[in-house]
């Protein structure tokens, strides 16, 4: 079973950045894609990004959350294939919640692996 790790959270104003990681406990077939997720209050989950290994070495961003995209990024670390980011620029109150890193991304969309969730808090 692959575990993930996950820090980086905390609370910032309006406008600042966080940078989120996460380290899986095992480099397997699980990690080779890997995403975020978060969860506001009263809210359903919903997916932010993910990235996928598609052989050779090279990953694809396969998709983020359209009120994410252009300040949102997540990569993988280029010395540890277990290791991915969320780098958050130019946050918003509305990007408050429970962001959890996942693993192994099933055929049906649905991930194998969950991380125990870091808080985000954007507020004045």
């Known amino acids: 079973e692959v ?24 480099n397997t077939h699980g990690t080779n894609c890997m995403g ?8 359903e989950r919903e997916t932010v990004a993910m ?11 396969d998709a983020y959350l359209p009120s ?3 300040r949102f990024t997540i990569s993988r670390d280029s010395a540890n294939a277990k290791k991915v980011y969320l780098q958050m620029d130019s946050l918003k109150p509305e990007d408050t919640a429970m962001y959890f890193c996942m693993a192994d991304r099933r055929p049906d ?11 985000v808090t954007v507020s004045i």
Do not use: Y
């Open 3 to 26: 575990h993930l790790v996950e820090s980086g959270g905390g609370s910032v104003q309006p406008g600042g950045s966080l940078r989120l990681s996460c380290t899986a406990s095992e």
């Open 36 to 43: 975020w997720s978060r969860q506001a209050p009263g809210k």
């Open 51 to 61: 990235i996928c290994e598609r052989g050779r070495g090279i990953d694809v961003v």
């Open 68 to 70: 994410v995209e252009g």
């Open 109 to 119: 969309g649905s991930w194998t692996f969950w991380g125990q969730g870091s808080q």
